[in-house]
């Protein structure tokens, strides 16, 4: 019999068992443990075709394998590898090959790197986990298989993601780039900037109760130059959009000197104060003693692009209503902010643009993992999370081929890398035999004197019916 029909056949009673004990009534508990039942019994099948596929290598490969001068070193040699369904046990053979170096060919062809204890897979998993949460709230969910800093060993080696940067169908005449920064602290001590720009095609207000950017394209600069940053972001505006048919382009930020760098290389492009920035300082100033008397004076003189020298006044105003210096030295500071960015106030004051979203978005982007706990990075680990966070949030999937690979190209065999392939034809028709008769269910069949011929699914009826009725489950 074919040994995964065996397995099935053995794994049955045991879900039928496991439905008798509990009960249809507890459907939760009875599906959680059929889970583990039939990870389990997958594991068991993953193994039985590992084990024939090293079989195939070392008896129906014999004849190449002497060919090629590669000879068996050990048999029988034990590995453990942690899957997403579980923890995955199998038996390999050791081949000494031409160039007295040694290799499990098994692993090279299942892609089980040496002294990995994970699979890719298991790993990827892991990583984007710790995008959203915690080192440790991810090994925990994982299964506690992991140390934090084998968690951030494996991130500072994974390998450079972006997601690849499509043309639209139809360019807009407005596009809205909302541009802002992350704080995040740093070991042993110290602080770390890292920039944010979100590329959008506007912000749709149809919900009045939940705003959100249209097509929102997320770029972080961490690690980078101002000027390479920049040319990143045009290399990208240029490959999305036909800039030909874009009219303007309204960078949104506080007026930081990255940001109005960024905006005055980009062609048609015009600085809009944040909203959120602006009214902040707007506000503490209109705190002050006696200033609310000049609060619509000030915001109307906001309102006009030749409105600067009553603006002004307004300031002095409120400014020699003051008694101590440090709140005359907040008014005269806000007074030569707005000076230095008094086309992007009024823009912003005017309303002409879409409502200012950057702090919100630097919050739901990096915020969220890099800084918002007491939590201090490595540079490299600042770097690769931020690359990360930034991937996943433009609806990246992190693969196992983008794991970095932990053994270094030095340490494998000159005939490995070129070799093998020729192995996996031998190792991958013995894996097909096995499978071959996996819709072949007449394994369950046979004739029975009372009922006739009997299949699989009479089998679970009885087997369900031997110790009580559905209706007794059900009830």
Known sequence: MNIIQQIIINTLPEIC????????????????????????????????????????????????????????????????????????????????????????????????????????????????????????????????????????????????????????????????IFADEDHAHLRPKGDAIVPLVTITEGIDESNPKRHKTVNPLHMGAYGMTAEAFRENVLAVLGRRYDLGKVKVINVHGDGGQWIRGLQ??????????????????????????????????????MRRED??????????????????????????????????????????????????????LVSHVLSDRLSRNPIAWSEVGLARMAMLVVYTKNGGKIRGEDVGVRVDDREISEYAKGGFSQYREYAMKQAEEVLKAKYDWSIFEHEDSGYGKIDWTHMIRRSLGASQSLSELVS
């Open 17 to 176: 068992d496991t439905i008798q004990n509990i009960g249809l009534q507890d459907i939760g508990k009875v599906t959680k443990d059929l889970v583990q039942i039939t990870q389990k019994m997958t594991l068991e099948i993953v193994e039985a075709c590992i084990a024939q596929m090293d079989e195939a290598l070392v008896c129906a490969a014999k004849a190449q394998r002497r060919l090629d001068g590669i000879t068996i070193k050990e048999r029988d040699v034990s590995r453990t590898v942690t899957t997403d369904l579980g923890v995955l046990h199998y038996k390999r053979t050791y081949f000494e090959l031409p160039d007295k170096t040694y290799a499990y060919l098994v692993d090279y062809l299942i892609g089980i790197e040496a002294y990995e204890r994970f699979t890719r897979e298991f790993i990827a998993d892991l990583l984007e986990l710790s995008t959203v949460k915690s080192y440790q709230q991810a090994i925990e969910i994982k299964g506690n298989v992991y140390s934090r800093q084998t968690v951030h060993n494996r991130l500072a080696a994974t390998k450079n993601l972006a997601m690849p940067v499509e043309r639209v169908k139809d360019t807009p005449e407005t596009l809205d």
């Open 264 to 301: 005055e290389s980009i062609p048609h492009a015009r600085f809009v104060l944040d909203g959120y920035h602006l009214e902040k300082e707007l506000r503490s100033v209109l705190g002050l003693e006696e200033a609310w008397r000049y609060a619509k004076e000030l915001r109307a003189a």
């Open 307 to 360: 409105g600067y020298a009553d603006f002004r006044k307004c300031c002095r105003k409120i400014a020699i209503h003051q008694k101590t210096v440090r709140e005359r030295d907040k008014v005269k500071a806000f007074a030569g902010y707005c000076r230095r960015h008094w086309s992007a106030v009024v823009l912003r004051m005017k309303k002409e643009t879409c409502g200012s979203c950057t702090e919100a």
